[in-house]
């Protein structure tokens, strides 16, 4: 469910999101409408509000969300429902909102331990208001996700191990590490930024380590969960289930067809239709792939066998060639990526499809 609303607009930031709040109460309705068209009372068991930013809503209209969902849709065995947030608009009347609708679990931005970073990017929140944030989140909920990207521009030796440490302090369950890329038509391209790779890769480095021995593991390649913690709902991207997107620039994958909304705010009150995309077998494969191989579990091979080809006959020479350098391994029926392999993830993929 996409709420494309942020108090500000970040330097890096490429979704479609905006500071004016003037067509919200459309929008909602919009979405109601949009859920409405949904046949036959699917079953869900995750719900997942992000943005934008859902915790600026005008109070009461997540709610109303919520509500048609539950028309809509068979929510009797939902086990996670996670609403995005950011630290400067957590109050205790949003926090009431979710417990009341039944959310499990929020997802409060960080992007960095250091002010000077969160300045240079534009954020409209510092560390100290994450801290306040985080401390209000737990008197209502335990499960809690956060995220940092690396490669900033400010960033300092530090401020990363000053990240972990303020995670575990806060008691942070799940973390999401992203690796800044410098998207087009943003305020940070304009300025002339530019990712050193090799650092950013260093810091990557250096998050693994850090978060491994605080007791977090990588299961995804840019996700981390203390006591299993895990993502069930973006799990469920990574592994090919199907999910419904609703609200501008949403996609939606049903029975190997992806949906995808336009990505105007405007167009998409105004009715504009989804855009359905059929994908082929050699596209339902490679994607299978690329996105099993992003994951600690890896490819189950013997399934991916059952639906196109065993890659241990069929990619003999290049398993063999990524098992010699320790990249990958096979093990159990699985197909993973190593720790080092993690780092070469896209030349491993593209070895394989
Ligand atoms: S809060 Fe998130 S969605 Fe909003 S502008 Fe910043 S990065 Fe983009």
Known sequence: ?????????????????????????????????????????????TIYFGGGTPSVMERGYLAQIKQAIDRYFDTSEVVEFTVECNPDSVDEEFLRECKDMGVTRISVGLQSASDECLKAIGRAHDVSKFISAVKSIRKYFDNISSDIILGLPNEKEGDIEKAVELFCELGITHISSYALTVEEGTPLKASGYTVDDDAQADAYERVVKLLKQKGYER???????????????????????????????????????????????????????????????EDKKEEKIMLAMRTARGLDLNDFASSWEDLREQKKEQLDKLCALKVVEIKDGFLRATDEGFYLLSAIITELI
């Open 219 to 281: 299961y995804e390649v840019s996700n981390f969960a203390r006591d299993n913690k895990i993502s069930l709902h973006n799990y469920k991207y990574w592994t090919g289930a199907n999910y419904y997107g609703f609200g501008v620039s949403a996609h939606s994958l049903v029975d190997g067809v992806r949906y995808a909304n336009i990505d105007s705010v405007t167009g998409y009150i105004e009715g504009a239709k989804k855009t359905a995309i059929a994908l082929t077998d």
């Open 1 to 45: 469910m996409h709420f494309p609303y942020c108090r500000s607009k970040c330097a890096y930031c490429a979704f479609t999101s905006s500071p004016d709040f003037s067509t919200q109460s459309k929008y909602i309705e919009r979405l109601k409408t949009e859920i409405a068209q949904t046949s036959n009372k699917p079953k869900i068991n």
